[in-house]
């Protein structure tokens, strides 16, 4: 017979709390989450002052990574209302149109 205790559910929220000394070097960093598998998850930050080019492609990576966690957590839940499913499709083309400026050059 077996007498392990079950571990209790995850819950679907997780809270943590942060010291005044990680609080500190949060607000000057980023911070991102991976998976145990090392996939990123999400990297939250404030926004990153565009100085060069490079701050503006890391920070456009950074925003692509939560877009597509949150597309696919939605994807998971729920049906996206078709003026969400418009807003998508325009920055998809928006990007589509400067991929192709940038295979031009």
């Known amino acids: ?7 209790p559910p995850f819950p679907n929220t997780c809270v943590i709390k942060l010291d005044q000394l ?3 070097f949060y607000k000057k960093s980023r911070l991102e989450i991976h998976s145990p598998t090392g996939e990123a998850i999400t990297v939250l930050s404030t ?3 565009v100085v060069t080019d490079e ?3 890391h920070q456009l990576y950074c925003q692509t990574l939560v877009l597509e966690m949150l597309l696919y ?3 998971e839940r ?6 969400a499913i418009n ?3 325009r920055v998809i083309d928006r990007i589509d149109v400067h991929l192709k ?3 031009s050059m």
């Open 22 to 24: 990680q609080y500190a």
């Open 87 to 89: 807003s998508v499709a």
């Open 73 to 75: 957590e939605v994807n």
């Open 55 to 57: 701050d503006a492609i």
């Open 101 to 103: 400026k940038q295979l």
């Open 78 to 83: 729920s049906k996206l209302p078709q003026w």
């Open 47 to 49: 926004p990153v002052p």
């Open 1 to 7: 017979m077996d007498n392990t205790i079950p571990p």
